[in-house]
């Protein structure tokens, strides 16, 4: 029983990955079924011995299979749908409201992916329905309303599936894009420390060996060999930190990319380019990337916005990152990750403003200098002597 009701991998929801839209979706197609109760009560022409036990049986079986529509495994999508339209065929001679389910399987069967087999499945539903209107004297107006409702209404579920499947995609390709670079800049990082380390780590223990034995027989000379392997040591550290600090380094362009496809994947406009002549050094470009993320990040979520853009301008050794929306404003000043911005940007000697009044959008303007020299920890590591030509031998 616990499997009836635990949504199906191959399912709308799974495979669409469960958004909260369709459940709403799902749920706000079911409000309709009060009317199954009320039009009955409403109407003076009919006893409720007639239409109440058909109607109280109906609807769990009409639930039951609405829920699996959406959670069920998509290939029998249409049986399901099948299903509610015979169900409405049988309790419609009972309880008029009940054409409610062959209108609401004719909507179901637009969550297919092909327009030809919803079509399809509307012609082979309505064969049926206009036998049984025939056969209670339904009025030939009333059935083209419903027919239309119908229509209308399930084409309207066929855009919209088609368009949260684009949209699924395109959140499945932006995953897959981020993964195929962190896998290229592992790839990367691999070469460069099998160069470094490779010839270096050799030299490394053909001195050391060399130390060993001249240890006893002339010390001096093995001192020297230590002294040089030191050198050696010294001077791959420095090398290997480059490398992980390349690993680690942020690239503009990149998040500029990743929050195109996070933001157009929502259906926000976005606008934004990195100008060509852009310089930077890696110990700026870094944080602000992170800067980037988080105000990106913070539109996807907070702002509910239609656009944005980010914009960049450079004025001498000053360089300006310019990050807008037209949500709903009103950003705190030190909420949504906004303290840990202010605290990159702070510790590049920038500065940091953020425009943001109520339903008019959030501005937040990025100040810092274009370079920004290493510090002395940093830069003691570097080797304090390069090895010549014959010592290298």
Same mark, same amino acid.
């Given at each position: 029983?616990?499997?009836?009701?635990?949504? @199906?991998?191959?399912?709308?929801?799974?495979?669409?990955?469960?958004?909260?839209?369709?459940?709403?979706?799902?749920?706000?197609?079911?409000?309709?079924?009060?009317?199954?109760?009320?039009?009955?009560?409403?109407?003076?022409?009919?006893?409720?011995?007639?239409?109440?036990?058909?109607?109280?049986?109906?609807?769990?079986?009409?639930?039951?299979? @609405?829920?699996?529509?959406?959670?069920?495994?998509?290939?029998?999508?249409?049986?399901?749908?099948?299903?509610?339209?015979?169900?409405?065929?049988?309790?419609?001679?009972?309880?008029?409201?009940?054409?409610?389910?062959?209108?609401?399987?004719?909507?179901?069967? /637009?969550?297919?992916?092909?327009?030809?087999?919803?079509?399809?499945?509307?012609?082979?539903?309505?064969?049926?329905?206009?036998?049984?209107?025939?056969?209670?004297?339904?009025?030939?107006?009333?059935?083209?309303?419903?027919?239309?409702? /119908?229509? !209308?209404?399930?084409?309207?579920?066929?855009?919209?599936?088609?368009?949260?499947?684009?949209?699924?995609?395109?959140?499945?390709?932006?995953?897959?894009?981020? $993964?195929? !670079?962190?896998?290229?800049?592992?790839? $990367?990082?691999?070469? =460069?420390? @099998?160069?470094?380390? %490779?010839?270096?780590?050799?030299?490394?223990?053909?001195?050391?060996?060399?130390?060993?034995?001249?240890?006893?027989?002339?010390?001096?000379?093995?001192?020297?060999?230590?002294?040089?392997?030191?050198?050696?040591?010294?001077?791959?550290?420095?090398? #290997?930190?480059?490398?992980?600090?390349?690993?680690?380094?942020?690239?503009?362009?990149?998040?500029?990319?990743?929050?195109?496809?996070?933001?157009? !994947?929502?259906?926000?406009?976005?606008? %934004?380019?990195?100008? =060509?002549?852009?310089?930077?050094?890696?110990?700026?470009? /870094?944080?602000?990337?992170?800067?980037?993320?988080? !105000?990106?990040?913070?539109?996807?979520?907070? /702002?509910?916005?239609?656009?944005?853009?980010?914009?960049?301008?450079?004025?001498?050794?000053?360089?300006?990152?310019?990050?807008? =929306? =037209?949500?709903?404003?009103?950003?705190?000043?030190? %909420?949504?990750?906004?303290?840990?911005?202010?605290?990159?940007?702070?510790?590049?000697?920038?500065?940091?403003?953020?425009?943001?009044?109520?339903?008019?959008?959030?501005?937040?303007?990025?100040?810092?200098?274009?370079?920004?020299?290493?510090?002395?920890? #940093?830069?003691?590591?570097?080797?304090?002597?390069?090895?010549?030509?014959?010592?290298?031998?």
């Amino acid at each position: 029983m616990k499997a009836w009701f635990t949504p @199906h991998p191959d399912s709308l929801l799974g495979k669409l990955g469960s958004p909260s839209y369709l459940r709403w979706e799902a749920m706000a197609n079911l409000v309709w079924v009060a009317a199954l109760f009320i039009g009955p009560i409403t109407d003076a022409r009919t006893t409720w011995t007639r239409w109440l036990l058909p109607t109280l049986i109906s609807a769990p079986i009409y639930l039951y299979f @609405h829920y699996r529509i959406y959670a069920g495994p998509y290939r029998y999508l249409p049986w399901y749908a099948a299903g509610i339209g015979l169900l409405g065929m049988l309790v419609w001679p009972f309880n008029g409201v009940a054409i409610g389910f062959i209108v609401s399987a004719g909507m179901c069967m /637009a969550y297919l992916q092909s327009l030809r087999r919803w079509l399809t499945g509307l012609a082979i539903l309505a064969v049926p329905v206009a036998f049984q209107a025939w056969r209670l004297h339904m009025s030939p107006w009333v059935m083209l309303l419903i027919a239309f409702v /119908a229509l !209308a209404s399930g084409f309207g579920h066929f855009l919209r599936m088609n368009n949260h499947r684009r949209d699924a995609a395109l959140r499945m390709s932006q995953d897959e894009v981020r $993964r195929l !670079a962190t896998l290229a800049e592992r790839e $990367r990082i691999g070469r =460069d420390l @099998h160069d470094l380390l %490779g010839h270096t780590l050799s030299l490394v223990a053909l001195k050391s060996e060399l130390a060993r034995k001249l240890a006893r027989v002339d010390p001096e000379r093995a001192q020297r060999e230590m002294e040089e392997v030191e050198r050696v040591a010294r001077h791959a550290l420095a090398e #290997v930190r480059t490398a992980v600090t390349g690993m680690r380094r942020g690239d503009l362009a990149a998040e500029l990319v990743s929050a195109r496809l996070m933001l157009e !994947a929502s259906g926000l406009n976005f606008s %934004g380019a990195l100008p =060509d002549d852009t310089r930077l050094s890696t110990q700026v470009e /870094a944080p602000l990337a992170l800067v980037l993320r988080e !105000a990106v990040t913070n539109i996807h979520r907070h /702002a509910r916005a239609q656009s944005a853009w980010v914009e960049f301008t450079t004025s001498g050794d000053q360089f300006e990152m310019r990050v807008r =929306d =037209d949500g709903c404003g009103g950003l705190s000043a030190h %909420g949504n990750g906004v303290s840990g911005m202010r605290e990159r940007i702070h510790a590049l000697g920038g500065s940091l403003k953020i425009d943001s009044p109520p339903r008019r959008g959030t501005l937040l303007t990025v100040r810092v200098p274009r370079h920004k020299e290493q510090s002395a920890d #940093v830069a003691s590591d570097a080797p304090t002597a390069v090895l010549d030509d014959r010592s290298a031998a």
